[in-house]
């Protein structure tokens, strides 16, 4: 898939992003792509120019921007080293809904305004933390978002204010939910309560289990599950199929 290396401009700075189209005249329905903790690398470019494959303009956004020229993480190590985890759990943390919020407006901004994009709406995908982020900004973006995704993604039922699912009654979006087996940071009761949330909401929702650890959809994950990986794609594939305009 052709692949442009640009930056777009957010109220807090200057946001490194890769976008992928598919090959043809397009326009195609555009989509943002939240990586999970380990921020944008090789894996998270060979997911997005799949995605675009399938008929979408897939924009994958450097969401730690502000920690400057940060090292990568290997996903193979880092939360057994205590100096790595440290620096990924501290990264994490400066994510916070509102700023979450301010880039989201910027990346839609950047999508609208692109040939090759179809729209004013988009869809949103995201894995493990991009997973809280996707939920987040379906709530916080109501008017821009027409389809959210959020695989093995964590968080998004907390006892804080800020909690994702407390956002229901603005999110205006079709949400589906892939949850990881085992996973302390989305469980049975935090399902149960998402879908009741959603539920009473009136939002268009789907929330499945996948037999499989947290991160098996990326592929550089050490949980990574091929047949989970799969069922992914299908899901979401299917549900930007049905949301996204042509």
């Given at each position: ?81 205590a100096q ?83 956002l229901a ?46 991160g098996f ?30």
């Open positions: 898939m052709p692949k442009i290396t640009d930056t777009v401009a957010t109220p807090d700075g200057s946001c490194p992003v890769h976008l992928f189209a598919p090959a043809g005249p397009g326009p195609w329905p555009g989509v943002v792509m939240f990586p999970d903790a380990g921020g944008v690398r090789v894996t998270f470019d060979q997911m997005a120019a799949r995605l675009a494959g399938s008929g979408y303009v897939v924009l994958l956004p450097d969401v730690y921007y502000r920690e400057g020229d940060w090292a990568p993480f290997d996903m193979t190590t880092v939360f057994g080293d790595e985890r440290a620096r990924i759990m501290f990264m994490m943390g400066t994510l916070t809904p509102d700023r979450v919020t301010r880039d989201a407006g910027a990346l839609f901004d950047y999508l609208a305004s692109r040939p090759e994009v179809a729209g004013q709406r988009f869809g949103v995908c995201g894995y493990c933390m991009g997973g809280r982020m996707s939920l987040v900004i379906a709530g916080r973006q109501a008017d821009r978002v027409v389809a959210a995704a959020s695989f093995h993604g964590g968080g998004l039922v907390t006892d804080n204010p800020d909690s994702p699912h407390l009654d603005q999110i205006s979006a079709t949400v589906y939910i892939g949850g990881a087996q085992n996973d302390a940071s989305f469980t049975t009761d935090h399902a149960e309560q998402l879908d009741k949330a959603l539920t009473a909401a009136g939002v268009q929702h789907r929330i499945e289990w996948y037999p499989a650890a947290h959809a990326v592929p550089d994950n050490p949980p990574y599950d091929t047949a989970a990986d799969e069922r992914h794609w299908a899901a979401m594939t299917e549900l930007f199929g049905a949301t996204l305009a042509p």
